[in-house]
Each structure stands twice: as structure tokens, then as C-alpha cells.
């Protein structure tokens, strides 16, 4: 089983959509989540960054965190063509080792 | 500001010709380097990371290795490439900080092995 499970996706939505994004995780010990996003046959950027549990927002965008559950998301508000690109989740223990990242969901949206 | 640069951005190589791809990164000191693979459709797979000049920790064991010879400077070598070796290699940094271990990544190099 791996540490870290993404929901697989492929997604498809129209613009204006609100997007879930989800990852489940295994290790107990992970404090640290973020999210990625990853345009076709570019490098991934970071899009997000969450501490422990709870929410942060950024603009459209909401990153949620349930540690008692062991399950992240990532929510798109108002979606947008420009959104459409791979997204991963990744997780750290301390914030100076190495992260584990989901295997990403490809998201496209619709004009 | 910090900047990554890795290269060759794309090449093909015949089965058993060996490999040499590069990564370097500007403005910051004794940054964590990575190097990951990602098949196509899938994640990232971590093959080394480095804490510092000449420390190299091998996360697979496979046919390719990694170097540090300066600080930032990261190099990923094969000498007999393999079919399975193909894919999305990409280089990356980070800084431990408080505000979590962010990875940047560099542009990547699309490796097709034939």
C-alpha cells in the first residue's frame, strides 16, 4: 500500500465549477501537506502549502487539511480553463526531509 | 531570487549508451537537491537526494547514480541506460525553514531511451 493515495482522476468540469481534489495518507507522522500543480511537460510549481490541520486560502483556492482522518483536499473555486493541469498532493514529516507525493490528478476544464 | 537550471532539456538515447544530466541552482547556499522520475501518467518517484557536497543517499537501487561535486550542483549519470530507464527526470531544492520543505522544481529533462 502506498503512503500516500490520490483520487485518480482523470477530472472534467465546465468553467465555473467548484474542483475537490483529495488525498488520503497512511503515516501518522506527516505534519506538513502541500499541493502542486504541473502543466503538461513542465516542472511542478507549488500552489500550496498547509502546517498540521486545518484550512488556508489563497485567492480561488482552498487547502484543507483532516489529520484525524488522514485525508487532504484541495478545492478550486470559479474554475478556469488556465486551471486545467496535473495536480499533486505531497507530504512531509519535518520541514527538512524529503516529501512523498501522490501520483497527481489531471484536471481539464472546459470553456 | 533562487533559480534552477537543468539540463538537456530532451534527448534519445540508444539502449546501453550511458547518461549525464545536469542541475544547477543560484541564489541560495547549501540547498537539499533532489533527483525524481516521473513515467508517464504517474508521480514522482525520488532517486537521490543530497544534504551536501558529496552526500548522496540513493532512495531505488537501479543503474543510475547521482553526484554533488559543488554545492549547487547535482548530476545524474548512468553508464548503460535501459529501456525502463525512459522518462521525466527533474531536478529540485529546497530549504529547511519553518515554512515547510517547499520543493522547486527545474524545467526537466524528457529522456526517451531506444
Known amino acids: 500500500q502506498k503512503e500516500v493515495e490520490q483520487d485518480p482522476g482523470p477530472l472534467s468540469v465546465p468553467e465555473g465549477a467548484i474542483v475537490s481534489l483529495n488525498c488520503t495518507y497512511s503515516?501518522?507522522?506527516?505534519?506538513?501537506f502541500m499541493w502542486y500543480r504541473q502543466y503538461s511537460r513542465k516542472g511542478p510549481e507549488l500552489l500550496m502549502y498547509?502546517?498540521?490541520?486545518g484550512n488556508k486560502e489563497d485567492g480561488r483556492f482552498t487547502a484543507q487539511v483532516d489529520k484525524s482522518s488522514k485525508y487532504i483536499s484541495l478545492f478550486i473555486r470559479d474554475s478556469q480553463p488556465s486551471d486545467s493541469a496535473t495536480y499533486l498532493c505531497?507530504?512531509?514529516?519535518?520541514?527538512?526531509?524529503?516529501?512523498?507525493f501522490g501520483d497527481g490528478t489531471t484536471l481539464t476544464v472546459k470553456p | 531570487s533562487q533559480t534552477i537550471h537543468q539540463w538537456p532539456a530532451t534527448l534519445v538515447q540508444p539502449v546501453g549508451s550511458p547518461l549525464s544530466l545536469e542541475c544547477t541552482v543560484e541564489?541560495?547556499?547549501?540547498?537539499?537537491l533532489y533527483w525524481y522520475r516521473q513515467a508517464a501518467g504517474r508521480g514522482l518517484q525520488l532517486l537521490f537526494y543530497?544534504?551536501?557536497?558529496?552526500?548522496i543517499s540513493s532512495e531505488v537501487p537501479q543503474n543510475l547514480s547521482a553526484s554533488r561535486p559543488q554545492d549547487r550542483q547535482f548530476i545524474l549519470s548512468s553508464k548503460k541506460l535501459l529501456l525502463s530507464d525512459s522518462g521525466f527526470y527533474l531536478c529540485?531544492?529546497?530549504?529547511?525553514?519553518?515554512?515547510?520543505?517547499?520543493?522547486?522544481f527545474g524545467e526537466g529533462s524528457w529522456l526517451t531511451v531506444v
Open positions: 529540485a531544492w529546497s530549504v529547511s525553514e519553518f515554512s515547510g520543505n517547499t520543493i522547486y
Open positions: 503515516n501518522s507522522a506527516f505534519q506538513y
Open positions: 498547509t502546517y498540521s490541520s
Open positions: 505531497a507530504m512531509s514529516i519535518t520541514n527538512a526531509g524529503k516529501s512523498t
Open positions: 541564489g541560495t547556499s547549501n540547498p537539499n
Open positions: 543530497s544534504v551536501g557536497i558529496g552526500q
